[in-house]
Each structure stands twice: as structure tokens, then as C-alpha cells.
């Protein structure tokens, strides 16, 4: 369940990234052939199983996920992405932490607080 929870968070980031989500396209017999497609995904033969049944997986959070925004209980919406065929720990380290964490400090310059005269 939290891994789901981590996919729709990195849709979200990844719509923000990527630009539009385009999850209507994957309403069909083979959505998994569909994505590959819209993406430019292949696999090889020994890992094509196992990327779509993340992506089935991840197809099953997106459903419920924006059933449950329908009711009111999200505040977004989550969709597929070029992301949908990573699980949440090949998502992590892949791209949360290059995105978000931070190794080195900040290259930052503090003012001094301005006083009232």
C-alpha cells in the first residue's frame, strides 16, 4: 500500500516534469502494449513479465486512487506516465533521490536581517 502511495506522488512529480499525463490512451484490451508503445518501452524477454505486472499493479492504484479523488477523499488526480512500468523502490532510487535529495550543502548566501530604522 505505501508503494502506491510513493507511485502517486512520483505521477505527480512526473507530471510536473513531463509534462501531460495521457492515461485515456490506456483504456483498451492490451494497456501494457499500448504503453510500451506510447513510451518507447522494451524490455527483454525475461523482464517483460515482470514490468507488466508493475504496471498492472500500478494501473490498479491509479483506478483506485482516482475513485477515491471522485468521492472527494484526494485532492489530484494520478495517471499513467512514462513511469508506471517502475516499482517504488526502482522509482526511489532512480529518480526521487536525484530529484530531492540533497548530498552536498546548498550553495546558498545569507543576507543579514534587515533592521528597522
Known amino acids: 500500500a505505501s508503494m502506491f502511495k510513493?507511485?502517486?506522488l512520483a505521477a505527480l512529480v512526473a507530471l510536473a516534469a513531463a509534462g501531460p499525463v495521457k492515461e485515456a490512451r490506456f483504456v483498451g484490451r492490451d494497456q501494457f502494449a499500448e504503453f510500451k508503445a506510447e513510451f518507447g518501452k522494451t524490455y527483454a524477454a525475461e523482464e517483460e513479465?515482470?514490468?507488466a505486472a508493475i504496471f498492472a499493479d500500478n494501473l490498479a492504484f491509479i483506478a483506485k486512487h482516482n475513485a477515491r479523488y471522485e468521492q472527494g477523499l484526494e485532492t489530484y488526480t494520478v495517471g499513467v506516465n512514462q513511469f508506471a512500468d517502475?516499482?517504488?523502490e526502482e522509482w526511489r532510487a532512480?529518480?526521487?533521490l536525484?530529484?530531492?535529495k540533497r548530498d552536498a550543502p546548498r550553495d546558498e548566501l545569507r543576507l543579514p536581517e534587515a533592521q528597522a530604522d
Open 98 to 100: 536525484s530529484a530531492f
Open 86 to 88: 517502475m516499482s517504488n
Open 94 to 96: 532512480t529518480r526521487q
Open 49 to 51: 513479465a515482470k514490468r
Open 6 to 8: 510513493f507511485v502517486a
